[in-house]
Nanobody, 125 residues
Framework: HVQLVESGGGSVQAGSSLRLSCVAS????????IGWFRQVPGTEREGVAV???????NYAESVKGRFTISLNNAKNTLYLQMNSLKPEDTAMYYC????????????????????WGQGTQVTVS
């Protein structure tokens, strides 16, 4: 049973930093893609940053240069370091995973992911 649990969200001022964490349990696959998505009420969920079992990462254009995704395999924990936060980064952030390596042309597409966490809220004012 795969479980993803996010933490680290909060309310911060513009220009601040936050680090989100996602602890994965019951997840031991040789190939995978795991990452962060975000959603504002009334809008579609969008891919933010993903990383796969080959160590390749991909970012949404809106966060490139500000966000960094990383994975600590020993701790089964995914991180999202978010710097220079902007009000438009305000959203519920979700951790998601799948057991295949998703092509880079689709890896920010939420439909490619099978497992989801409950989300952690990030508010930037």
């Amino acid at each position: 049973h795969v479980q993803l649990v996010e933490s680290g969200g909060g309310s911060v001022q513009a220009g601040s930093s936050l680090r989100l964490s996602c602890v994965a349990s019951g997840y031991h696959f040789p190939s995978y893609c795991i990452g962060w998505f975000r959603q504002v009420p009334g809008t579609e969920r969008e891919g933010v940053a993903v990383i796969d079992s080959d160590g390749l990462s991909n970012y949404a254009e809106s966060v490139k240069g500000r966000f960094t995704i990383s994975l600590n395999n020993a701790k089964n924990t995914l991180y999202l370091q978010m710097n220079s936060l902007k009000p438009e980064d305000t959203a519920m952030y979700y951790c998601a995973a799948t057991i295949v390596v998703v092509d880079i042309r689709r890896d920010l597409d939420e439909s490619e992911y099978d497992y989801w966490g409950q989300g952690t809220q990030v508010t930037v004012s």
